[in-house]
């Protein structure tokens, strides 16, 4: 079993900030402080080409503990941030690049890359709950969701199928190819959001997508407008959105 091994901390604003590695792989974990009583925790998963302390995970991590005091914990995906490319990396952004200079279209290459990563960082992430889960803060007891878009989607989506002790989830905007299989074993209550107009993922194919999953409760948020237009909204949303599943009361 990897054991987890904190390598710098820092603490602000009633937020305490833990670099962490579990085996190879690191990660980051937030924190209300001080850190008492054990309270939720909230796994994140960040996006195709950005890394654990993209702003949207420091974003999302703050409204997490500041308005709720639960904990939030993000990875390095294989190939990012402070983790080496690998030959077969290099080789998927270089056609990526190139079908994007071209206007060609992105998913032949981003699915299968976005698979390949997935099928590595779902057990990092398990083992990673494994070990954030021995800190008394945190405990084994607790509440756990997860939340991502894009690659953290890709990567949630079979982590999350798999996973029994994720009891709630946050998706958006990611290929949904190769995640129908995923959807229809994923039964804990899903908050999906989507780009109505994105010319780069099919809406059709997103709404399909969002009817596969076998969730007894789950919304749909839609927003006008392209991919890259997100909207702050949506975090505030997830964060409410995990404080009604996830909280101890």
Partial sequence: ???????????????????????????????PAPSTDPAPLV?????????????????????????????????????????????QDEQ??????RAQAAGAPEAPVVVPYNVRLAEQAVPEYRAALDALQELPEI????SVGYVGLGLGMAIGMPLVAAEPR?????FGMTWPDALFEAAKRITV?????????????????SLALFDAFASA??????????H??????????????????????
């Fill in 189 to 205: 209550p899903v908050e999906f959001a989507l780009h109505w107009d994105s010319g780069r993922i099919p809406r059709e194919a």
């Fill in 139 to 142: 405990g084994t007891g607790g």
């Fill in 43 to 87: 796994l994140m998963g960040h996006g195709g080409g950005a890394d654990k302390r993209h702003r949207a995970m420091v974003g999302r991590a703050r409204l997490l503990v500041t308005r709720y005091g639960f904990h939030a914990a993000v990875l390095d995906a294989p190939g990012h941030g402070d983790r080496p490319r690998s030959a």
């Fill in 1 to 31: 079993m990897n054991s987890l091994r904190f390598t710098a901390e820092s603490s602000s604003d009633g937020i305490r900030e833990r670099d962490f590695t579990v085996g190879d792989v690191p990660g980051v974990l937030w924190s």
């Fill in 217 to 226: 409760e789950k919304s749909l948020h839609a927003h006008a407008g392209e």
């Fill in 166 to 170: 994720i009891t709630a989830a946050v």
């Fill in 228 to 249: 890259v237009a997100w909207h702050l909204v949506e975090a505030d949303s997830a964060t409410r959105f995990f404080a009604r599943h996830l909280s101890p009361a």
């Fill in 92 to 97: 998927d952004v270089a056609e990526l690049r």
